[in-house]
């Protein structure tokens, strides 16, 4: 029988399953239980807060062990990629630039910028900032706070906003108001992609959203 937990901000599904004993998320989201999670939350990596996700029971495995001998048990877990797709203020890759990610607790990870501008880095299945510097410019990635867009209490302000400003387009003030600064932010992208100027959140809007920022 399963139990439910109700997602707090900032958690993603591979920390609540591992939490539970599972190495494997897929293990959790794929579970009979969670087919309303799967037609609520069709990406995995993005989660609301007060999302119900069902916790399944652990299966025991049994192994057969001499009396007095010493084994050991690996669990292999999938990695945590990490996707980011670095470009400059034209909207050029940032190719050849270098670069350096620091998690906590783990050995810092760097290069340089591939030509396509796109960096996939496995990163540790636990933790939910990091610091990363490209060039002469650092920022604090806030893993697992990218809010949905659609299906959610506050009609998709908050996920618009963060992705707004991942964009480059700033948006101070609350994040699930649609406030001045949230509707300049808003008309600032409509304009740049073609779409019709009004400041408002339409569903144009969100699906011009969702496909420049990749998710």
Not at 2 to 20: C, F, N
Not at 31 to 57: Q, S, T, Y
Not at 135 to 145: A, E, I, N, Q, S
Request: net charge neutral.
């Amino acid at each position: 029988m399963s139990r439910k937990h109700i997602v707090l901000q900032g958690e993603s599904l591979s920390e609540i399953s591992l939490r539970y004993g599972f190495a494997d998320w897929k293990q959790v989201y794929n579970h009979a239980d969670n087919a309303g999670l799967r037609h609520l939350r069709p990406d995995p990596n993005v989660l609301f807060p007060g999302d119900e996700v069902a916790i399944p029971a652990l299966q025991q495995k049994e192994r057969p062990v001499e009396t007095g001998a010493t084994r050991r048990f690996t669990v292999k877990a999938p990695p945590r990629v990490l996707r980011l797709k670095l470009l400059d203020e034209q909207g050029q890759p940032l190719a050849g630039a270098p670069y350096e990610l620091i998690m906590q607790g783990q050995s810092p990870m760097g290069g340089i910028v591939p030509g396509n501008g796109i960096l996939e880095l496995s990163i540790p299945l636990i933790g939910r900032e990091g610091q990363f510097t490209v060039g002469d410019r650092t920022f604090v990635l806030k893993l697992g706070h990218r809010n949905p867009l659609r299906d959610s209490p506050d009609g998709g302000l908050s996920g618009a906003r963060v992705r707004l400003e991942n964009l480059g387009y700033a948006v101070p003030g609350p994040k699930d108001t649609l406030d001045a600064a949230m509707r300049v932010a808003l008309a600032t992208f409509q304009a740049d992609h073609g779409l019709e100027v009004n400041g408002e959140l339409s569903a144009e809007t969100l699906d011009k959203l969702h496909e420049a920022h990749g998710s």
